[in-house]
């Protein structure tokens, strides 16, 4: 079972839809991550949070906003979303505001299709 | 730039075979490595973390090695099962990048056949 789970596992939506994305981690870390897994290409990172701050936005547009309420819960807001952002959205954990991180910990992820 | 490289793209082996994985990074210049394993549709398991000092990591009948200076390091599955079919990705964290940005590779996806 792991610590980090994702909801919904699935979701569709249009280009003109607002959706949401939620990780909530079990692990007591205070350090939490959004990535995204395109079809052929490696995982990137979007966006770190440590003890709820964002610390780290990695070049992501705006229609993607994250939302960090407590250092246990994430969320990944969406909204006016492209074909092209059809992925898998990967939530992680870890220990604090070190680099390195040392072992991240991935939740199942959040497949999203843009129509 | 940091760039991760992982061959092949996929195998496929009988069970019962010993195995290796292989990653290549092109900046040596690093902290640790990550092996994880990633089954379809879902999220990524931590299989193990190699420090920069350290040479292998064991876990099981995995053994992961890791040989910074020539930018490479493999998996090596002892004795395979079905149960390992999965994608198996590399990552390392870099000096001079952020927190928590991991450089993956596209991963190798293995297959073993009873």
């Known amino acids: 079972e792991t610590g980090v789970t994702q909801t919904p596992r699935h979701l569709v939506m249009g280009m003109t839809n607002k959706k949401s994305l939620k990780c909530e981690q079990h692990l007591g870390h205070n350090a939490m991550y959004w990535y995204k897994q395109s079809a052929k290409k490696p995982l990137e990172l979007m966006f770190v949070y440590n003890f709820k701050e964002q610390t780290e936005n990695n070049s992501v547009p705006s229609r993607f906003s994250p939302e960090c309420p407590n250092s246990s819960h994430l969320f990944l807001h969406l909204h006016t979303l492209q074909p092209e952002d059809s992925a898998l959205y990967l939530c992680?954990?870890?220990?604090?505001?070190?680099?390195?991180?040392?072992?991240?910990?991935f939740g199942e992820g959040s497949r999203l299709t843009v129509l | 730039k940091q760039e991760v490289t992982q061959i092949p793209a996929a195998l496929s082996v009988p069970e019962g075979e010993n195995l290796v994985l292989n990653c290549s990074f092109t900046?040596?210049?690093?902290?640790?490595l990550q092996w994880f394993r990633q089954d379809p549709g879902k999220g990524l398991t931590s299989l193990l973390l190699?420090?920069?000092?350290?040479r292998e990591q064991t876990s099981g009948r995995l053994n992961a090695s890791l040989d910074k200076s020539s930018g490479r390091s493999t998996l090596y599955i002892a004795a395979s099962q079905p149960g390992d079919s999965a994608t198996y990705l590399c990552a390392v964290q870099s000096y001079g990048g952020s927190q928590g940005n991991l450089i993956f590779g596209k991963g190798t996806k293995l297959s073993v056949k009873p």
């Open positions: 190699i420090q920069s000092s350290q």
């Open positions: 992680a954990s870890s220990l604090p505001g070190q680099v390195p991180v040392g072992e991240l910990f």
């Open positions: 900046d040596s210049a690093i902290y640790n």
